[in-house]
């Protein structure tokens, strides 16, 4: 009886040992988006906030700049923590088109919002890192619907 007293407090131990450190990384986590937040106000742009952050961060802003050279995306600093914003040009005003555009990338889980001024179509991602996943399946939709499109 007195082994199985045990047992049960020891399990109990674990699971209540590995709750709290789960709702610990957690409570960290949003505190480290906070202070990322902070810095990225005080550095003024993503790369120097990135590049200060940590070397983890560094890397991540090095192959960033090397994707945004290569594509000419436009992801201002205020959205690199919380939503990225992607832009691209849209040549002509093509309503049939663009609207097939629009319908297509609405189906694409993530996308948040989209925006539409002209010659332009602006989407909006939850998280900068979602981005990574969602990128295939965007490039994708521009390809097929608007290869005409300005990366």
Same mark, same amino acid.
């Given at each position: 009886?007195?082994?199985?007293?045990?047992?049960?407090?020891?399990?109990?131990?674990?699971?209540?040992?590995?709750?709290?450190?789960? %709702?610990?990384?957690?409570?960290?986590?949003?505190?480290?988006?906070?202070?990322?937040?902070?810095?990225?106000?005080?550095?003024?742009?993503?790369?120097?906030?990135?590049?200060?952050?940590? /070397?983890?961060? @560094?890397?991540?802003?090095?192959?960033?700049?090397?994707?945004? %050279?290569?594509?000419?995306?436009?992801? /201002?600093?205020?959205?690199?923590?919380?939503? %990225?914003?992607?832009?691209? %040009?849209?040549?002509?005003?093509? /309503?049939?088109?663009?609207?097939?555009?629009?319908?297509?990338?609405? @189906?694409?889980?993530?996308?948040?919002?989209?925006?539409?001024?002209?010659?332009?179509?602006?989407?909006?991602?939850?998280?900068?890192?979602?981005?990574?996943?969602?990128?295939?399946?965007?490039?994708?939709?521009?390809?097929?619907?608007? /290869?005409?499109?300005?990366?």
């Amino acid at each position: 009886m007195k082994n199985i007293f045990l047992k049960f407090i020891f399990i109990e131990f674990v699971l209540f040992s590995e709750r709290f450190f789960r %709702s610990f990384k957690n409570f960290w986590k949003e505190k480290e988006i906070v202070f990322g937040k902070w810095l990225c106000k005080r550095y003024g742009n993503w790369e120097d906030f990135a590049k200060s952050y940590s /070397p983890k961060m @560094k890397c991540e802003v090095e192959q960033w700049s090397q994707i945004l %050279s290569r594509w000419d995306f436009h992801i /201002p600093y205020r959205m690199a923590v919380s939503n %990225s914003r992607i832009t691209f %040009s849209y040549p002509e005003a093509q /309503p049939k088109k663009q609207n097939a555009l629009i319908n297509a990338l609405w @189906k694409i889980d993530g996308i948040e919002y989209i925006e539409i001024s002209a010659y332009k179509i602006h989407l909006t991602i939850g998280t900068l890192f979602q981005f990574e996943d969602l990128k295939p399946k965007i490039f994708w939709v521009i390809e097929k619907y608007a /290869p005409e499109a300005n990366f």
